[in-house]
């Protein structure tokens, strides 16, 4: 994957219409992923998306000692650990490499990560990862840029998070379904990532309640048997569709998607103008005569996802009035503002608020992505803006969003990768 390459040109004005069929959710994929480490026998995943952290993290269970065949989906067996080391080379592509720890430790006693490196996004620390494996009884050491955690057997226990953590929450559970006793987590995210995890488990032969509550209990097994698992839609894929179709004056229809995944968005949508149709896993968006600006402040599920955030902001540069966009989860994540800002936005950010007036009309630029959902709302905007857009560095795109190129070219827009 190249990290510094990668352009999208965009010429803005056309309507998106058609039908687009929504992807696996790579939020849910990489914990699946990951939990294949703590059984010996075969776990076949279906509906993984193709994106490039999918892709990273199929390398790095690989590196471990996992055999991968694709055969109507993925089909994983780990039978034999053969590293204990999780290489910088492969984590530093991505944060969630360190939910391999977990697994590998509940499973083999021992595991060595490397430290993630840090984020676009704002600090995202490891540090409650680390603390709730040292509540299951880990010895954990930091040295040399890694981390090392040592087992005989992890042991259940009790423990609140102080902060909701998605992949915190995925993490500690992993461990927790091999630790002996019963392990009790609190404060925990309830994001349906957490809950499609919880399934698979489940079907592995884990004891778990509580998945997508606050709290959820888990009694440790021996050991765990291989399972077959279909991964839920993305939901900030299907958003991100929404929008784009919003912010064209479109209508697209999603198709094999999960409405009630998406409800805050829905009712944010609804409220700008939207009209929605909904029908067992297709939402169709029909039309938006006049955008009105909405207030969003993001929050953990089920609130408005910080993921959806940027997507947002472009919207609302479309919408006449003024809206206040808060972003509660992560303190730096408006570096898209200045680049919408280029292309004629009137946004200013006043502490964890971005105050957006519209309408403005957008004119194409020369931009630059700095973050996976960042580089999304660049492309939003460049669907409406007047003349030729073009965004850099887009392979922070090619790692949550399998073939966006592809499927906006289907609803009509005039897209393409130029290298």
Not at 302 to 307: K, S, V
Request: aromatic fraction near 4%; proline fraction near 4%; hydrophobic fraction near 40%.
């Amino acid at each position: 994957m190249n990290e510094t390459g990668g352009r999208i040109r965009i010429a803005g004005g056309k309507p998106l219409s058609g039908e687009v069929v929504i992807s696996g959710a790579k939020n849910a994929a990489l914990p699946a992923l990951a939990a294949t480490l703590l059984t010996a026998n075969e776990v076949s995943l279906l509906n993984l998306p193709r994106v490039a952290d999918v892709t990273t993290m199929l390398e790095l269970i690989s590196h471990l000692g996992a055999e991968i065949k694709e055969e109507k989906g993925v089909k994983i067996r780990a039978e034999k650990i053969e590293s204990h080391q999780a290489p910088y080379e492969l984590v530093k592509r991505m944060r969630a490499s360190v939910l391999v720890l977990g697994p590998l430790l509940a499973r083999t006693g021992r595991a060595i990560v490397a430290m993630p490196g840090g984020c676009a996004i704002g600090a995202r620390p490891i540090d409650l990862h680390l603390t709730g494996l040292s509540r299951l009884g880990a010895e954990i050491t930091v040295r040399h840029g890694y981390v090392e955690a040592r087992a005989k057997r992890l042991r259940g226990a009790e423990y609140y998070f102080n902060t909701v953590t998605v992949t915190g929450t995925e993490h500690i559970m992993m461990a927790a379904t091999l630790a002996k006793g019963k392990t009790i987590l609190q404060n925990c995210a309830q994001e349906p990532e957490v809950v499609d995890l919880a399934h698979l488990l489940t079907k592995m032969g884990a004891k778990i309640e509580g998945a997508g509550t606050p709290t959820i209990i888990i009694e440790g097994v021996e050991e765990l048997d291989g399972a077959s698992h279909s991964i839920i839609p993305d939901r900030i894929e299907a958003g991100t569709y929404l929008i784009a179709s919003a912010i064209t004056g479109g209508g697209v229809k999603l198709k094999k998607v999960a409405p009630k995944h998406l409800t805050s968005l829905l009712d944010k949508l609804i409220e700008a103008g939207a009209s929605l149709k909904i029908k067992g896993t297709e939402v169709e968006l029909t039309g938006l005569e006049e955008l009105k600006p909405v207030d969003v402040r993001t929050a953990p599920y089920p609130g408005f996802p910080t993921d959806m955030q940027a997507q947002w902001t472009s919207l609302m540069t479309q919408a006449e009035g003024t809206s206040i966009i808060t972003e509660t989860i992560f303190e730096n994540r408006f570096m898209h503002i200045s680049e919408l800002m280029r292309m004629g936005a009137n946004i200013r950010i006043e502490g964890r608020s971005a105050i957006v007036t519209g309408k403005t009309p957008l004119s194409g630029a020369l931009v630059t992505a700095t973050d996976l959902r960042a580089s999304a709302s660049l492309v939003i905007a460049g669907l409406v803006a007047e003349g030729e857009t073009i965004v850099e560095n887009i392979y922070h795109l090619e790692r949550g969003y399998e073939d966006l190129v592809g499927k906006l070219r289907q609803l009509g827009a005039e897209i393409e990768k130029i290298g």
